[in-house]
Structure formats: C-alpha cells, structure tokens
C-alpha cells in the first residue's frame, strides 16, 4: 500500500491551499480516509475524516468551517480543501488509511490508522 500526499507550501494568513493523497495498493473505495497535522513539539492532531462512501464527515472543532474534506474514490484520491487558514495551521499534513468503520475512525485516533503517507508541509505566515 502506498499514500502520497501532495499541495503543501508557503502561503499567507487568510489563504487558501488543497492537499491531495493518492493511494494505491488496496480497495481504495472500501476504506475510511483521514488527514491529521503534526506541528514541531506537538502530538499528531485529527484534523478531517470521510467515510468510505463520502456521505459523512467529521472535523476537528480547531477546522469545522475552514476546511473541507472529500475523495474521489474512482481516481483514488482524498482531498484537504483549506480556506481562511492561519499561522496555527501551520504542519506536517499526513493522509491516512483505517481498517476501522468510520463510528470508529471520527474519533481521529491515530492508533486507529494503520498506512500514513510522508506528509506534505503546509506553513502560514502572519
């Protein structure tokens, strides 16, 4: 199984940015997708997470109307579209696979996941 996240950079406060992650190796369609974020010093946050339908999500109260999570699950890819972002935001975003039901997964527990990408570094600048 490989994950490969991609779209980080440079931006400024109040921008905009969309990370993909491409998977492949596995039934892409069958599994709950999640993005989590890592700041330097800081434990791996849950940031989004979308059931293998694409009919449900969830986000962390730090994202909920910021960003927005979806997948296309014919091209095998998960998205991080990320509006009105701030200097807080700033991270590693890594892209990651559950073998757990999505009741599970919204609870953004990174035990839960089992394949993670490299990550993909986003930073805001004030």
């Known amino acids: 199984v490989q994950v490969v996240e991609s779209g980080g950079d440079l931006v400024q406060a109040g921008g905009s940015l969309k990370l993909n992650c491409t998977v492949s190796?596995?039934?892409?369609?069958?599994?709950?997708m999640a993005w989590f974020r890592q700041a330097p010093g800081k434990e791996r946050e849950g940031v989004a997470c979308?059931?293998?339908?694409?009919?449900?999500?969830t986000y962390s109260d730090s994202v909920k109307g910021r960003f927005t999570i979806s997948r296309d699950n014919a091209r095998n890819v998960v998205y991080l579209e990320m509006n009105s972002l701030k200097p807080e935001d700033t991270a590693m975003y890594y892209c990651?696979?559950?073998?757990?039901?999505?009741?599970?997964?919204?609870?953004?527990?990174?035990?839960?996941?089992?394949?993670w990408g490299q990550g993909t570094q986003v930073t805001v600048s004030s």
């Open positions: 990651a696979v559950t073998a757990e039901t999505y009741y599970v997964a919204r609870a953004l527990r990174a035990e839960d996941f089992s394949v």
């Open positions: 979308i059931k293998s339908s694409a009919d449900l999500t």
């Open positions: 190796g596995l039934n892409f369609a069958g599994y709950t």
